[in-house]
Every structure is written in structure tokens, then in C-alpha cells.
């Protein structure tokens, strides 16, 4: 059963408009979030990542924001650009689990100019 | 520059034989992992280790074994490789709860 949901395959957005990735889980005990990005035939690299103390943390154009009490993240991208065209994973992680993260099936950004 | 090695971009083997895949990370991190992606599946988790020689079973450990006999190197065994197998693979080491994961650039074994 998958803890960590990311219900929207694919995102279309416009060069410059703003891109909105969503993220569900379910897990109460999830007290780490983070942000991945794919390109093909790479390996993830981080983007950016939130406590559960917080509810929002920023960095650049990246913004992600937590609401623990509906058990959602998201991620913005304000302006988007042709390069943030990949798959992006939203991935948590509880506390006494030896840091493995729980993934989402990811989303599919296509940036067209 | 922290940096995480799997040891084969690509691979092609055939059905039945024992694959290796090999990760080296250079960041002294007590916790390795190995994931597998396939489309509409994310990331899975076959196997972890947080400690030398210690290992844990994750979500899809089946057909699989791992091996870490030192601190800075992961290896993944497909016991008998089946083409229900062909997957991207990727290693991944983090220090902690609260840091993020370092990723391998992936290994694409393809199994015929």
C-alpha cells in the first residue's frame, strides 16, 4: 500500500507561469519531506525539503509548503523554465526508520516555451 | 563533492544468471539503499543497511540479496535473474533523518 501518493502524472505548464506539484501520504509518523528531480537515465537529485515543524520552506524558485493536518505537500516553481522539464518525486521519511524515504510515483513536468 | 558510484550504467543479462550491481559512496554515510523505478511505480525500496554488515528488507525484497561488508560500498544480487527484473536501478546513501538521500546515476539492467 502506498504511503506516499502523487496523483497527477503529468503537469503542462507554460514557460514563466507557475507549476503547482501536489503530494498525498498517509503516514502520521512521516516527520521529513522532501523534493526530487529526474531527468532519464540520471539518478534523482534533491531540490529542496521541509521539517515537520514547518510549513513552508523556500529556496530560489522552489517553494514547498506542508499541512500536516491534511496530510499534503506541495511543491511551487515560480517562474518555470524549459530545464524543469522532468519527473519530480515527492518522497518522506518517519524518525527510527534508518533514514530510507518512502517515494511517490512522480509527475511528469513538460515546460513549453 | 559528494558523490555516490553504481558500478555499470548499463546491462544486459540473460535469464537465470547472478547479476551484481555495485554502488560506492564516498560520504562515509551509515545508511545505503537500493530502490528500483519503473513507470507509473516510482521509487521502490528492495533493501537498506544501516550499518556494516547489518541489512533490512524493504518493500520489494524478492529475488534479491545485498552485501555490505564495508561502509562505503552496497552491492545488490539478483539471485537468478528474471525479466520481470528489467528495471532502472538506483543506489542512494543519506547520514541521517533529517538530510537529504545522494543518489547513484542508475544502473538500466535489461533481462532477456
Known amino acids: 500500500d502506498q504511503q506516499v501518493k502523487q496523483n497527477s502524472p503529468s503537469l503542462s505548464v507554460q514557460e514563466g507561469r507557475i507549476s503547482i506539484l501536489n503530494c498525498d501520504y498517509t503516514?502520521?509518523?512521516?516527520?521529513?519531506f522532501l523534493w526530487y528531480k529526474k531527468y532519464p537515465a540520471e539518478g534523482p537529485t534533491f531540490l529542496i525539503s521541509i521539517s515537520s515543524i514547518k510549513d513552508k520552506n523556500e529556496d530560489g524558485r522552489f517553494t514547498v509548503f506542508l499541512n500536516k493536518s491534511a496530510k499534503h505537500l506541495s511543491l511551487h516553481i515560480v517562474p518555470s523554465q524549459p530545464g524543469d522539464s522532468a519527473v519530480y518525486f515527492c518522497?518522506?521519511?518517519?524518525?527510527?526508520?534508518?533514514?530510507?524515504?518512502?517515494f511517490g510515483a512522480g509527475t511528469q513536468v513538460v515546460v513549453t516555451p | 563533492d559528494v558523490k555516490v558510484t553504481q558500478s555499470s550504467r548499463y546491462l544486459v543479462k540473460r535469464t537465470g544468471e547472478k547479476v551484481f550491481l555495485e554502488c560506492v559512496q564516498d560520504m562515509d554515510h551509515e545508511n545505503m539503499f537500493w530502490y528500483r523505478q519503473d513507470p507509473g511505480l516510482g521509487l521502490r525500496l528492495i533493501y537498506f543497511s544501516y550499518d556494516v554488515k547489518m541489512k533490512e528488507k524493504g518493500d520489494i525484497p524478492e529475488g534479491y540479496s545485498v552485501s555490505r561488508e564495508k561502509k562505503e560500498r552496497f552491492s545488490l544480487i539478483l539471485e537468478s535473474a528474471s525479466t520481470n527484473q528489467t528495471s532502472m536501478y538506483l543506489c542512494a546513501s543519506r547520514r541521517g533523518q533529517t538530510t537529504e538521500a545522494f543518489f547513484g546515476q542508475g544502473t538500466r539492467l535489461t533481462v532477456v
Open positions: 518522497a518522506a521519511s518517519e524518525g527510527d526508520s534508518w533514514g530510507k524515504l518512502q
Open positions: 503516514n502520521s509518523m512521516f516527520d521529513y
